[in-house]
């Protein structure tokens, strides 16, 4: 643990001497309008070796079925009961990238809507994909790929990652292409990905710098309206130039996020400290528990009585108080913490506990 702790130390030591470096315009933004759009579907994936829905749990199976054999001239009679093991009901999802025209392949995500076992080596059937205003953009179908796999025998089972859910690569084809349009007029927007008006003001004087004054406007601390060529050509030609326009961004906000489900914390750079003091200290709780069977004698017609014997045992270790100076950087804010032997689920408490005082000088943001 002290030797984890060590070159913790160290690497947070490395990353902090490290210089800024500017960035692109792309990295930094993005022009407005120009973005991708989320395409859904229903199908059945089939030939799968026993692993599909289970149709007496899952009726929209059956029912999908039916009406998929009906379009295709095949009437079950009357009260046929259904039992197959080799279907699946799934959703299929995509991106719809911007500027696809009809014909290209889209990669598609298949994930199981019943209680399947496993998609592995099934095959997608013909499946729309519409948008969010309910129109068809795109058909999926083909061979779905699992990363993971799975056996039982005996009442014992083993699997590899995630069974219920593959990807088909370029599994789709674009039907209907979405109408993109490259700024308004004769004006580009672009869109930071982060709001930030250093950030915005910085961009504006660098799209200026090279393009001349006037060219571009911060509308706010997340749009800049950039004035560009109306000719088509020209334009992207102009977008291309200023994408890579590099420029040293804002600060960072100073942040820190903790993950109160796996015990995770990132702090940046910019997390800086009051003077604080901080204690802690570790309560533990054991408790054992002993069976004890109580066997009446031969001949005395009694019964055989099984009870526990549990011991519970409380102990605290001794808590330490540690002073932390004002001004502590994110290095000596882990020094100080690893110092007092707090475990990442200690430090989501412990650093609650500052930002309640006031002594935390940054957000803190739970996820």
């Given at each position: 643990?002290?030797s984890t702790?060590?070159w913790?130390?160290?690497l947070?030591?490395?990353?902090?001497?490290?210089?800024?470096?500017?960035?692109?315009?792309?990295?930094l933004a993005s022009?407005?309008g120009?973005?991708?759009?989320?395409l859904?579907?229903?199908g059945?994936?089939?030939?799968l070796?026993g692993?599909?829905?289970q149709?007496?749990?899952?009726?929209?199976?059956?029912?999908?079925?039916?009406?998929?054999?009906r379009?295709?001239?095949?009437?079950?009679p009357p009260?046929t009961?259904l039992?197959?093991k080799?279907v699946?009901?799934?959703?299929v999802t995509?991106?719809?990238?911007p500027?696809a025209?009809?014909g290209?392949?889209?990669?598609?995500t298949v994930?199981?809507?019943?209680?399947?076992?496993?998609l592995?080596g099934g095959?997608?059937?013909?499946s729309?994909l519409k948008g969010a205003?309910?129109?068809?953009?795109?058909?999926?179908?083909?061979n779905?790929?699992?990363?993971?796999?799975g056996?039982s025998?005996?009442g014992?089972?083993?699997?590899?990652?995630?069974?219920?859910a593959g990807r088909?690569?370029?599994?789709?084809t674009?039907?209907r292409?979405?109408?993109?349009?490259?700024?308004q007029g004769q004006?580009?927007?672009?869109?930071?990905?982060q709001?930030?008006?250093?950030?915005?003001?910085?961009?504006?004087?660098?799209?200026?710098?090279?393009?001349g004054?006037?060219t571009?406007?911060a509308?706010?601390g997340?749009?800049?309206?950039?004035?560009?060529p109306m000719?088509?050509?020209?334009?992207?030609?102009f977008?291309?130039?200023?994408?890579?326009?590099?420029?040293n961004?804002?600060?960072?906000v100073?942040r820190?996020?903790?993950?109160a489900?796996t015990?995770?914390?990132v702090?940046?750079?910019?997390v800086?400290?009051?003077?604080?003091a901080?204690?802690?200290g570790?309560?533990s709780?054991?408790?054992?528990?002993?069976p004890l069977?109580?066997?009446?004698?031969?001949?005395?017609?009694?019964?055989?009585?099984?009870?526990e014997?549990?011991e519970?045992?409380?102990k605290?270790?001794?808590?330490e108080?540690?002073m932390?100076?004002?001004?502590?950087?994110?290095?000596e804010?882990v020094?100080?913490?690893n110092?007092?032997?707090?475990t990442?689920?200690d430090?989501?408490?412990?650093?609650?506990?500052?930002k309640?005082?006031?002594a935390?000088?940054?957000d803190?943001?739970?996820?």
């Amino acid at each position: 643990m002290k030797s984890t702790s060590k070159w913790l130390g160290v690497l947070l030591a490395v990353l902090l001497a490290m210089p800024a470096y500017a960035e692109r315009i792309k990295d930094l933004a993005s022009i407005q309008g120009v973005r991708n759009n989320q395409l859904a579907g229903y199908g059945l994936v089939v030939g799968l070796d026993g692993t599909g829905d289970q149709t007496t749990q899952t009726p929209f199976t059956v029912q999908s079925i039916v009406s998929m054999l009906r379009n295709m001239g095949v009437n079950l009679p009357p009260g046929t009961n259904l039992q197959l093991k080799n279907v699946a009901a799934v959703m299929v999802t995509a991106n719809l990238p911007p500027f696809a025209k009809s014909g290209q392949a889209l990669d598609v995500t298949v994930s199981s809507m019943g209680n399947a076992k496993s998609l592995r080596g099934g095959t997608l059937l013909m499946s729309p994909l519409k948008g969010a205003d309910g129109q068809v953009y795109a058909v999926a179908q083909g061979n779905v790929m699992v990363g993971g796999v799975g056996a039982s025998a005996g009442g014992s089972s083993v699997q590899v990652n995630h069974l219920s859910a593959g990807r088909i690569p370029a599994g789709a084809t674009v039907e209907r292409a979405v109408p993109t349009d490259v700024g308004q007029g004769q004006f580009v927007n672009l869109e930071l990905h982060q709001a930030d008006f250093t950030t915005a003001s910085r961009l504006v004087d660098a799209v200026n710098r090279n393009f001349g004054p006037g060219t571009a406007v911060a509308v706010d601390g997340r749009m800049i309206q950039v004035a560009a060529p109306m000719d088509i050509n020209q334009r992207v030609s102009f977008i291309s130039r200023m994408e890579n326009l590099t420029l040293n961004p804002g600060e960072d906000v100073a942040r820190v996020i903790l993950n109160a489900r796996t015990g995770s914390i990132v702090m940046n750079k910019e997390v800086k400290l009051d003077t604080v003091a901080v204690a802690h200290g570790n309560l533990s709780v054991i408790i054992s528990s002993e069976p004890l069977v109580s066997q009446p004698a031969a001949f005395s017609q009694g019964q055989t009585v099984t009870s526990e014997s549990a011991e519970i045992e409380i102990k605290e270790k001794k808590g330490e108080l540690v002073m932390v100076k004002a001004g502590a950087s994110l290095g000596e804010v882990v020094k100080a913490l690893n110092a007092v032997g707090a475990t990442p689920q200690d430090l989501l408490a412990i650093l609650q506990a500052m930002k309640a005082a006031g002594a935390l000088k940054a957000d803190l943001e739970v996820i």
